[in-house]
């Protein structure tokens, strides 16, 4: 048996942070532009305020220039699609996000929709979505691409491998599934079990690879993990917690203290696919920067 | 055990040919407009020739207008770009196609992302890809679109139950197991095996339902199938026949003389998934004809 090995998201992120600020300063010196990303944020949501605060801090750390654009929950739909609308035509900003989530009033799927997809570094419009689908070049978004770099720094072999997906959300478990799928990403036989699957057990069971994307705390236990299995977790639920501070903790979808002994990789909570995500924002600003898939 | 039944796609083609006929004389006589399919076709390939000519008669059943634009195979791709174009602004056109495959010279590709996703009743455009990914309203291919309609039409239950799609092309593995994952539309616990699979002999024996678009003949045998299983077969692969005066014969995926008594349901090739596709086009028409995705 195998020595358990924690997968370090947060040193993976500092190293990429690290790689990508040096072609950056290649870029530059060779006479280059520095990637420029652009934020759009609608409000005072305090979680929206900390995300677009590290992921400006992100842009510093990468060598990048970055625009924060605030306005007040009361904007417009018609006013914030004008404001995509200059992003898109503005030459010096490679690529934006809009920070979800929008005031009840105004349609995120309309403003998703309303960005040019060559500056969607979200990887949230329909056209990104589609081309990975299909295997095409394209902004991939933020978790599932972690994922599929810290599946590859760490050398975890996945073709070939059953690899099961707990959750079906647009965010993670749906595009996990169709890259993990891919003769060029995953190679893997994929499963995707949700609330309505009578038999998620047995195919936890059966799996090489789990990744849970369930958002429920300590969801999957040690009697549903194959010895040696590599475990992704992909939950981030705040649960409460009266010695904290923050009168709360955040709990993965993972039962880690007894599911980790059995695994041959595991992802903890906090400081594993989380520190992934705004780093691979930054690799999608950077493939922005060099307008890589125009 | 349960009797097992023959999915019938040639009659469930023609039910839902009868039933846009129906409802497109009721929109002509409410003064409405006739829904209008154009479809390209560039050459003389003999398969694309019997296709092309086949969705014409079954405009003709459905009452639409269709026409057909033809080139010659050495039309260049700019000069093709600029047909879509074309067919793009004129409005009495609802929908088209291009008929694939295309001259080498030709990115089939570029052309498919030239098409308005609004006229797109193929479903290949990324923008409707992806759409349909996340389970947005959309135009959804022809092949994965006529399976969720005879599992539909034939009240065979799917949430919850373990759905093994076999292949992960473009055109029907992936979508497949998109749709057949949303809760909207399959619910199912999918899994997608092809070549790379290590198990996946065991995942067809768990399998509630199975969909087989691998293109190999016969491929999935009765030992691979448990009793009272869905088989969904979408194999179309030619085999030489002396016996037929075409000289070869169509195969489907599966062995079906000795897997179908095996199965609750199961569709037959030819005549079970095969006759759908068309009929499919039609219905997207039918919705490019009401402006259903604008």
Redesign the interface.
């Known amino acids: 048996m195998s020595i358990m090995q924690i997968i370090d998201g947060k040193l993976t992120a500092a190293t990429i942070k690290a790689e990508i600020k040096a072609e950056v300063e290649n870029i530059v010196a060779a006479g280059g532009k520095r990637p420029h990303l652009a934020a759009i944020l609608v409000g005072h949501d305090g979680g929206s305020e900390t995300y677009v605060r590290n992921k400006v801090l992100a842009c510093e750390a990468c060598g990048f220039q970055s625009t924060l654009l605030r306005f007040e929950n009361d904007i417009t739909e018609q006013q914030l699609l004008e404001e995509v609308d200059k992003l898109n035509r503005d030459e010096s900003v490679d690529g934006f996000i809009v920070q979800l989530p929008l005031p009840k009033h105004i349609s995120e ?1 309309k403003v998703i929709e309303a960005i040019d997809y060559r500056k969607d570094v979200d990887g949230f ?7 990975m ?4 070049p394209c902004y991939i978004s933020a978790t599932p691409k972690g994922i599929l770099e810290l599946l590859r720094r760490y050398n975890i072999p996945t ?4 690899c099961v997906i707990l959750g ?1 959300s ?1 965010i993670v478990g ?2 996990m ?2 890259l993990m ?3 060029q990403f995953g ?1 893997s ?6 609330s ?5 057990k ?2 936890c069971l ?1 799996a090489d690879i789990i990744i849970a994307a369930i958002g429920q705390p300590a969801f999957l236990k040690a009697d549903m993990v194959k010895p040696g299995a590599v475990v992704i977790d992909v939950g981030t639920t705040r649960v409460p917690d009266a010695t904290r501070k923050s009168g709360f903790r955040l709990s993965g979808d993972v039962d880690f203290e007894h599911v980790a002994p059995l695994c041959s990789y595991i992802t903890p909570v906090p400081g594993g696919v989380g520190p992934m995500t705004i780093c691979m924002l930054m690799l999608n600003t950077l493939a922005a920067g060099k307008h890589l898939y125009y």
């Open positions: 799927q419009h329909p056209i990104n979505v589609g081309r689908a299909i295997g095409l073709s070939g491998k059953k079906r647009n749906k595009p599934a169709q799928m891919q003769k190679d036989t994929v499963t995707v079990c949700h309505r699957s009578k038999t998620l047995e195919e059966q």
